[in-house]
């Protein structure tokens, strides 16, 4: 052990006892602990192997994302346009059927929502936009008061 990891200093320890912190038997550890958290391979090494696994899950993200937009832009022409593109793609399965029950339920409920017009769904994106807002100053105005109760 470092002389550093056992302070005998009456001053730290009454340091310690006024802002809580564990006791010097948990503190005399800390040197083991931070050396427990970092990583077994070197710096470089370790950023290297982050920024893999990082690259690595945006380009699932991006394949996932894609993969999204495929499927509703065949959604979207199918219930807007072409209600037999189902049954085109998929070729006789049992698949194509199910889908195309899909596209012809969806078909009245696209049209019931268009007839509505844009004013109502532009209020409520607007009260969806305000509301979004408001929490964000709420949660944002809890954490600046929970960080100054902490200096104090």
Known sequence: MDELDEPDEPAFRQLLARHE???LAQAARLSERVRAKLPEAAPPRALRQE???LARRRVWAGVLLAGLLVLLSLGA??????????VRTL???GLDKGLLALTLLAKPLVSTLASVGPLP???GALM??????LWWLLLDNAQSTERMRGRR
């Open 21 to 23: 912190e564990p006791a």
């Open 51 to 53: 920024q893999a696994r």
């Open 77 to 86: 022409w199918s219930v807007l346009i072409d209600s037999s593109l189902p």
């Open 91 to 93: 070729g006789g399965s």
């Open 121 to 123: 769904y532009l209020i």
């Open 128 to 133: 969806l936009l305000v509301g979004g807002l």
